[in-house]
């Protein structure tokens, strides 16, 4: 659990929140590993979990008509690649919305800790400090990545 904790407290979505907050996230932590090439999470399936890069990296993926329906392949895409002590799945958390991307494990032995909206959600109604700082976080992280989406959309019409 100490490895555990560690790891958390340098995820940018546990930014600022409590050492006795993130020890009891912990405990709502499951593992899971993936070797290269597996799908973690699937474009447009049900979304209610967060996922922590602890060991390896992933490749967040799009179905390239997404970004431009014109495109004459429908190869997927590659938009980011993610690495430990990143997160994705972060949406899914606040709207229970459908995955805007696929995530696949880029390198053998990438390993997850995942959680639940419900366990998080949980966990912010018995403690709204924990549940201010991750939806403040949450907030900030997402922010960042419209900005970034904002300028691949911009140069590819360029």
Wanted: proline share 4%; net charge negative; charged share 25%.
């Amino acid at each position: 659990m100490n490895q555990l904790f560690n790891i958390l407290r340098q995820a940018d979505i546990f930014y600022d929140v409590p050492q006795v907050l993130l020890e009891k996230l912990c405990t709502v932590c499951r593992q899971e590993t993936y070797n290269k090439g597996e799908v973690i999470v699937k474009e447009n399936e049900p979304s209610d979990e967060l996922y922590v890069i602890i060991e390896g990296n992933v490749e967040i993926i799009v179905d390239p008509r997404l970004l431009d329906p014109n495109a004459d392949s429908s190869t997927p895409e590659v938009i980011a690649t993610l690495w430990p002590g990143q997160t994705f799945g972060e949406v899914g958390l606040v709207d229970r919305g459908r995955r805007s991307a696929s995530v696949v494990a880029a390198a053998d032995g990438t390993t997850l800790q995942v959680v639940s909206r419900e366990d998080l959600l949980k966990l912010c109604d018995e403690n709204h400090t924990f549940g201010y700082y991750l939806m403040r976080n949450i907030a900030a992280g997402l922010a960042f990545k419209i900005r970034n989406a904002d300028l691949i959309l911009r140069e590819r019409n360029l």
